[in-house]
């Protein structure tokens, strides 16, 4: 019986919280906005990187270079040590041109669904609020503390109605 009441108010407490996810409005144009604009400073910061790898593996490729980094090396053989080095770096070159290339398809995007983004939240900033959406944007800051005080109560709740049934079975 016990364990009842408990499963009971268990279910009862998952139960609030659970609606309180599901009234959980979706993100706001400029929400969005300022995720996507995140984004694109992250793009912009690796495609910076790449590109200072691409000048840098440029460089490497030069035949003195190649021939500098190969200079302690002895081998009988030293047209094939350079050619597998060159290799080595066309290849990881190539690489990095291709992640390059990735990053201003992913950037072209980002920048593209931020206009589309300013657009709506420009024609979401001049339509007029209804009186729930104000509402709704009021309290949606005080969301997480109005739900923590609810289940705050309701585990109070749980609590005293087993200390009262502890209570009622001792007598």
């Not at 919280?17 to 984004?39: C, F, K, M, V, W």
């Not at 201003?104 to 939240?121: K, M, Q, S, V």
């Not at 009186?131 to 585990?155: E, V």
């Amino acid at each position: 019986m016990k364990y009842k009441s408990g499963l009971v108010m268990l279910l009862l407490i998952l139960a609030v919280a659970g609606i309180g996810y599901a009234q959980e409005q979706p993100p706001t144009a400029a929400e969005s906005l300022d995720n996507l604009r995140s984004q694109l400073l992250d793009v912009k910061a690796k495609e910076d990187e790449l590109q200072a790898r691409a000048q840098q593996l440029e460089e490497s490729l030069k035949p003195e270079n190649i021939e500098r980094s190969l200079a302690g090396v002895g081998s009988t053989r030293p047209e094939e040590l350079r050619e597998s080095r060159r290799r080595q770096l066309t290849i990881e070159r190539d690489g990095v041109l291709a992640q390059l290339k990735l990053l201003e398809t992913t950037r072209h995007r980002l920048e593209t669904a931020i206009a589309n983004t300013e657009a709506r939240a420009y024609q979401e900033s001049a339509q007029p609020q209804t009186f729930n959406q104000m509402m709704l944007t009021q309290l949606s800051a005080y969301r997480w503390l109005l739900y923590g005080g609810g289940g705050f109560a309701a585990l109070a709740l749980a609590g005293g109605v087993v200390l009262y049934r502890r209570k009622l079975r001792v007598r």
